[in-house]
């Protein structure tokens, strides 16, 4: 994820259930995400053009 943020992509998708994933499973992959990943990425400034 940082590699994509170092891009300077605007947005990405997540999946976080695939297949027959139980629910409680999915819910696992969001919340850690959401711990662990989510917040090292914060919101850039915007650049005023000249």
């Known amino acids: 994820m940082a590699e994509i943020d170092r891009t300077g992509v605007g947005g ?22 959401m711990t662990r990943v989510a917040p090292e990425f914060q919101p850039r400034q915007a650049v005023a053009a000249e």
Not at 12 to 33: D, H, K, Q, Y
């Open 12 to 33: 990405v998708i997540c999946s976080f259930r695939l297949g027959p994933m139980p629910a409680a499973v999915a819910n696992e992959s969001i919340r850690l995400f």
